[in-house]
C-alpha cells in the first residue's frame, strides 16, 4: 500500500536549481535538451518574470516535486502547464496531485483553459493517467511530433471560475 506523503508547498528559490535540475533528469522521461529547457524556465521563474510561475513540494525537508506554469501568449486566460516532476521516491504518493492542485488554486480567478502537453509514448501511460484522474482530457494527438512513432497528446482542463479581464 502506498503511502500519501506530508507534503509542504513553498517558492522555489535559485538554491533548489541543483536539486530540481537533478530531480528532472532522475526521472529518466526527458531527454538532455529537455532538461535544459526545464532548468531554463526554472531560472526564469524563480528571476520573477511574467512568463512563468513555478512552485515546489517538499516531504521531511527536502525538495520531492516541483512544477512550472505560465500563461500561454497571445490567449485570454489560456495557461500552459509546462513542467511536473516529482523524485521517482516519491512517485505515486500524492506529490504530483498536489502540486496541480495548488496550480489549479493559484490560477482561481485567473485562468480559463489549462492545457499540458505529454508524449503518447508507451512508456507515458501513466502520466496520461495521471492528468486524466485529475481531469484533463486529452483534446487532440498530434502523430509523430516528437519524434518518427512519438506522438503528442494535448490535454486540456477549462476551469468555471470567471477570469478578470
Ligand atoms: C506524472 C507525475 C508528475 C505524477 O506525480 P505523482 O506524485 O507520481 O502522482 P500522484 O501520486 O499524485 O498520483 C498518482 C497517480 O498518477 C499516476 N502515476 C503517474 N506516474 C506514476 C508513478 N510513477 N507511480 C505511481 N503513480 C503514477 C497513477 O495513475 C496514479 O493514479 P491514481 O490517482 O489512480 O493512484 C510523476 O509521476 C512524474 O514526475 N513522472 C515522471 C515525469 C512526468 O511524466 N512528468 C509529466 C511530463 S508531461
Redesign the pocket.
Known sequence: MTVAAVVLLRSLTPADRGAVEAMTRS?G?FHEDEVAIAVEVFDAAVAGTSDYEALGAEVNGALA?WMSWGPTPCTLGTWDCYW???DPAH???????TLLGAMEQRLAGRARLIV?E?AGRDD?G??R??YE?RGYHAQSRIPDFYAPGDDQVVYVKYLTAAVRP
Request: glycine content about 20%; overall charge neutral; aromatic content about 14%.
Open positions: 526521472t522521461f516535486g511536473i516532476v516529482v512517485q505515486g504518493e500524492g506529490i504530483g496531485s499540458a505529454t507515458y501513466p502520466t493517467a495521471f484522474r
